[in-house]
């Protein structure tokens, strides 16, 4: 692997975060991987920001395996577990720190190791690439339906109406609608004028359809974008629009097991019960009925069976158009 980072090196590189980050004892680092071929699009992927979000990990290990720089028009940067530190102990959050790489950005070069991490990215990925697509899941605690969501800013290489056709061209049954937050990834981007998509799907366990699913959206969306050959995008986006405030969560009003009654991504009117949560004492097996907040689909559900009051169970989506 190669020391020096050169975004500009044709062909196929891979570096190792460990070094260009900084000493982080106890870690080994993970690949960083530049792919060029020429003049085009470029765009920057990672996953892992949360190190319990497997599935992105191993999508795009594989693409930064099976990616041939001849595919590439442009320029493909890939860090499969930009937060390798959590990702090597099978943690949310940094071993080191404990903190949430999602809430460090922009970082600081000379602060926490998470801190530092969030600094390389935003400090040397961020400006030699025109789009950023940040790959999250559901992590342990809870399932996500496949969606996605973006921000762009009027000065940003990839406008409104192209961020709009890529997010469609991804060929979820989702693409949500959000306010971002300035210290995660995404938010750091909108500050430096750089468009990015955030992922979703899956958590819990692995399943190889969520993975496909995970990969297939990539690729169409990189086959749109221009910058990979492959994939074509499906001919009309056929998801929904959604909105996915508070208003939209449900939540456990006493300690319980949960049983979903609806399937993740399930369309529920108001007041459809979404969730049974059992009883853990008493001779009374009569369950509580959770319902649903607000009209809308069913976007992510807890992975834990046991709640405590107030725990997440789930949410619903509100349809925008
Ligand atoms: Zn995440």
Redesign the pocket.
């Known amino acids: 692997m190669l020391a020096e980072f050169d975004p500009s090196r044709p062909g196929k590189a891979f570096y190792d975060l460990g070094p260009l980050v900084g000493p982080l004892d106890g870690v080994s680092g993970d690949v960083l991987c530049c792919i060029n071929n020429g003049q085009g699009p470029s765009v920057l992927l990672f996953g892992g920001?949360?190190g319990d979000?497997y599935e992105a990990q191993i999508v795009l290990r594989r693409l930064a395996d099976a990616i041939r720089p001849e595919d590439v028009t442009g320029r493909v940067i890939i860090a499969p577990s930009i937060n390798f530190p959590a990702s090597e102990t099978g943690k949310r959050l940094s071993p080191f720190d404990g903190q949430n790489m999602?809430r460090v950005f922009p970082g600081n070069p000379q602060g926490t190791p998470t801190e530092k991490l969030a600094a390389f990215a935003t400090g040397s990925l961020f400006p030699a690439v025109d789009l950023l697509i940040d790959v999250?899941?559901g992590?342990r605690d809870v399932s996500v339906v496949p969606m996605v969501f973006g921000f762009t800013t009027p000065t940003s290489k990839v406008g409104e109406a192209a961020l709009t056709d890529l997010m469609e061209a991804w060929g979820y049954d989702f693409v949500q609608h959000v306010e971002g937050i300035r210290e995660t990834a995404c938010g750091a981007a909108k500050e430096m004028n750089l468009a990015s998509i955030e992922v979703e799907g899956g958590g819990g366990r692995l399943k190889t359809s969520e993975l496909e699913t995970m990969e297939g959206g990539l690729r169409r969306a990189l086959a749109r974008y221009g910058v990979l050959a492959g994939a074509p995008a499906p001919a009309r986006f056929r998801g929904v629009h959604v909105t996915a405030g508070p208003e939209g969560q449900y939540v456990a009003d006493a300690p319980g097991l949960v049983e979903h009654r609806v399937a993740l991504g399930a369309q529920v009117g108001a007041d459809d019960v979404v969730a049974l949560v059992h009883p853990v004492a008493g001779a009374d097996p009569a369950p509580r009925s959770i319902r649903a907040p607000t009209p809308g689909y069913v976007l992510r559900q807890t992975e834990h069976a046991y709640v405590a009051r107030g725990q997440l169970i789930g949410n619903v989506g509100a349809p925008v158009r």
Do not use: R
Request: no cysteine; hydrophobic share 30%; glycine share 14%.
């Open positions: 920001v949360h979000e999602n999250h899941a992590g």
